[in-house]
């Protein structure tokens, strides 16, 4: 299943504490009197920002990589409806841009935001331009530039996230107070419900909380950078894919 994606060993390490905190506080009768709701303003601020925060991530994400195919396509046609260049020529076209489009979908996957990379394979389009000028018309060497700008413009932004994710500190904060939470929980709640359920009871409610809370970590963090392929919600890089 899809979601099994959201459990990793964060996750476990969670329960296991959740659970040695439950068989501690009832071992040795620990009882905290804590008002849990500022647990949860310490805990959800910070992570419902980074979830925020990641979320529009991936929106412009979606939108960058729209304007590069759109960009890129507009590019292909603009070449191929030349009535002077070759077929040769419009082949060797096509067949830059598939490299430059292949070239920044594999750098999204690998996590690799150098911009050399794909920069190399950019500039054989305006090589090619400058070696087929009397072949290109005024008119379609403009609309050329134009759109090979909205397409750069795309591909600095979506590698610029491979290095630039959701601010640290937050996630940080959220890590931090999730883990305090998990260990405090169980004190917490024997003191809000002693003598009102079994102490086993204890067991799954303080597991339930800490599970929901770290895997809404898990979620921020996959989300974040959702070019790798690896969590449910990535975006299918090979739908980007121009295929000329």
């Keep these: 299943m899809i979601y099994l994606s959201y459990i990793n060993i964060r996750t476990f390490i969670v329960l296991i504490l959740s659970m040695l905190s439950c068989f501690l506080t009832i071992q040795y009768h620990l009882k905290i009197h804590f008002n849990i709701v500022l647990f949860g303003l310490a805990i959800a601020f910070p992570l419902a920002t980074a979830i925020q925060t990641a979320f529009k ?59 050399v990379h794909f920069q190399e394979e950019a500039d054989k389009i305006m090589i090619f331009m400058q070696q087929n000028r009397e072949a290109i018309s005024a008119r379609i060497l403009t609309r050329v530039i134009r759109y090979l700008k909205d397409a750069l413009d795309g591909a600095a932004y ?19 107070f999730i883990g305090l939470f998990t260990i405090l929980h169980a004190p917490i709640l024997v003191d809000q419900i002693d003598q009102q359920l079994p102490e086993w009871a204890i067991y799954p409610l303080s597991a339930f909380s800490s599970l929901i809370l770290v895997t809404l970590y898990n979620f921020q963090e996959q989300i974040e950078y959702p070019f790798d392929q690896k969590g449910a919600d990535d975006i299918k890089l090979d739908d980007f894919k121009l295929n000329i």
């Design 158 to 176: 979506l590698l610029s996230l491979t290095r630039h994710r959701t601010m640290k500190g937050l996630r940080f904060y959220s890590i931090f």
């Design 57 to 115: 991530r991936r929106e412009k994400a979606l939108e960058y990589l729209s304007l590069f195919k759109s960009g890129m396509l507009v590019i292909h046609y603009s070449f191929q409806s030349s009535k002077k260049l070759e077929a040769e020529k419009k082949l060797e076209i096509a067949k830059v841009l598939n490299n430059a489009a292949d070239k920044l979908l594999n750098q999204l996957r690998i996590s690799n935001g150098d911009m």
